[in-house]
């Protein structure tokens, strides 16, 4: 158990560095794609009862924001992305399981919401840092969340395609539109984490070269331990 307990490992093991890159061009494409399958239907709700709070109801994405082409296309090429990013989240929960990562990178109340609080307020310039460790309890916070985005947009595409063959997901998620409002919404939320997470790494960034060597060996931290 001590030796156990001592073992280094690196900051962003091979298969955390694998899967972060794989995501990138997966959700591209998911993105790209997706809306240009929007563009068939460029509003959110019934034809005959379209949503009265969704602001932009036939409000067309630029051309550069979108791939495929053409609704078939664009299908096709949503489709390779999606299972293109099923497969390599499943390879990324498989390894965070299997090697305990999960217990240092994982948002847990009990440990992380009293230091995530902290860290937002010192991002706001409101109050000091509180201690950091390998990671923080917001960026906890908010590589958890972008995980749970990831498996909502997911169902939610899956509500969308198979409407009646998988009738008792599409009703929790309101029925086909309220499926497709869901689905919007997930890829809004997870652009606005890129977009943070971008800016993070701009703002700090040491933390860059670690995703493409695997930084330091360390031995893990109390912290990192709890869960």
Known sequence: MAEAATRTRRDQPLFIR??????VPALALMAMSGLQIFVAFPYLGPRDGLYGWWPLQGAVPPAFMRAGGWLEGARALHFAGMWLLVANGLVYLGYVLASGEWRRRSFWPQRDARNAAGTALHYLR??????????????RLGYTSALMLGVLLVLSGLAIWKPVQLAALATLMGGYDG???VHLLS????????????????LHPK????MLTGGAERVPTTDDQQA
Not at 18 to 23: A, Y
Not at 187 to 202: K, N
Not at 207 to 210: A, E, G, I, R, Y
């Open 179 to 181: 499926a497709r409002a």
């Open 126 to 139: 409101l109050r000091p840092a509180p201690p950091q460790g390998f990671y923080n309890g917001l960026q």
């Open 18 to 23: 694998i899967t972060h890159w794989v995501n």
């Open 187 to 202: 890829l809004a939320a997870i652009t606005v984490f890129v977009a943070g997470h971008v800016l993070m790494v701009l």
């Open 207 to 210: 933390t860059f070269p670690p």
